[in-house]
């Protein structure tokens, strides 16, 4: 179900923005051909979206915490983490482009009917919902893929000298001779495989009992995941 629903929803997404991925032939013809704004614009919507889910689990995952009086075991540290890492996306995306007023509407739009949507869905089932970020963190590694593919290929000449912004630089660590557009993509897209890899493995992780093994408080005591925690070890 959730990898049906990631499907859908890049199918709606890509028949709006008129994208297709670069096996497809009809790609390069004048209305699928993805300029350096396209993608741009693309990019800024997405991680407008992604930085959602991280922060409605943790939200959510802090309550259940304060309502039940009981440890969350690591997991609200690593999902704020992951929608601060989206957040800085969308921020460094927007060094590139500034927006215009119908990109803000969809925006609005978009993060109303899917905050809504998510947080509905997280109280329902928790599992599922890290399973479907999974798929949709595969999806964007599919789409970063494909960019830094067409600009291999030249189809991207503004960007083959461009440096990535400042912002980006120090958020990364980006060292001297690799500050490129092409060097951002590869760190952009990494992050992305890694929310991926994390939230396959949260959504097999028992919701309730299972400790983050992505967390650094955790990451020791993995061995002892089986087993119940002390509760005079870790308060988290």
Same mark, same amino acid.
């Given at each position: 179900?959730?990898?049906? =629903?990631?499907?859908?929803?890049? !199918?709606?997404?890509?028949?709006?923005?008129?994208?297709?991925?670069?096996?497809?032939?009809?790609?390069?013809?004048?209305?699928?051909?993805?300029?350096?704004?396209? !993608?741009?614009?693309?990019?800024?919507?997405?991680?407008?979206?992604?930085?959602?889910?991280?922060? #409605?689990?943790?939200?959510?995952?802090?309550?259940?915490?304060?309502?039940r009086m009981r440890r969350d075991y690591g997991w609200i540290e690593t999902l704020l983490e992951?929608?601060?890492?989206?957040?800085?996306?969308?921020?460094?995306?927007?060094?590139?482009?500034? /927006?215009?007023?119908?990109?803000?509407?969809?925006?609005?739009?978009?993060?109303?009917?899917?905050?809504?949507?998510?947080?509905?869905?997280?109280?329902?089932? /928790?599992?599922?919902?890290?399973?479907?970020?999974?798929?949709?963190?595969?999806?964007?590694?599919?789409?970063? =893929?494909?960019?830094?593919?067409?600009?291999?290929?030249?189809?991207? /000449?503004? !960007?083959?000298?461009?440096?990535?912004?400042?912002?980006? #630089?120090?958020? !990364?660590?980006?060292?001297?001779?690799?500050?490129?557009?092409?060097?951002?993509?590869?760190?952009?897209?990494?992050?992305?495989?890694?929310?991926?890899?994390?939230?396959?493995?949260?959504?097999?992780?028992?919701?309730?009992?299972?400790?983050? /093994?992505?967390?650094?408080?955790?990451?020791?005591?993995?061995?002892?995941?089986?087993?119940?925690?002390?509760?005079?070890?870790?308060?988290?």
């Open positions: 179900m959730a990898l049906g =629903t990631v499907r859908f929803l890049r !199918w709606g997404m890509d028949l709006v923005t008129g994208y297709r991925h670069s096996h497809r032939r009809d790609v390069h013809s004048s209305r699928f051909r993805m300029t350096e704004q396209k !993608w741009i614009t693309r990019f800024i919507f997405l991680e407008s979206v992604a930085g959602v889910p991280g922060m #409605v689990a943790a939200m959510l995952r802090h309550l259940k915490s304060l309502r992951e929608a601060y890492n989206e957040r800085m996306h969308l921020l460094t995306f927007l060094k590139l482009s500034q /927006p215009g007023p119908a990109m803000y509407f969809m925006v609005l739009a978009a993060q109303t009917v899917f905050f809504t949507g998510f947080s509905l869905a997280y109280l329902i089932s /928790p599992r599922i919902c890290h399973r479907f970020v999974g798929y949709l963190e595969e999806e964007a590694v599919i789409t970063y =893929t494909n960019a830094i593919q067409e600009l291999d290929r030249g189809n991207l /000449p503004l !960007w083959s000298n461009m440096e990535a912004p400042a912002m980006a #630089v120090k958020y !990364w660590q980006m060292p001297e001779g690799q500050r490129s557009i092409r060097s951002l993509l590869l760190y952009v897209r990494a992050d992305e495989a890694n929310h991926r890899d994390v939230n396959h493995t949260l959504g097999s992780l028992n919701q309730d009992r299972d400790p983050n /093994p992505f967390s650094a408080k955790f990451k020791n005591a993995i061995k002892e995941a089986s087993q119940p925690l002390s509760p005079m070890k870790e308060y988290r």
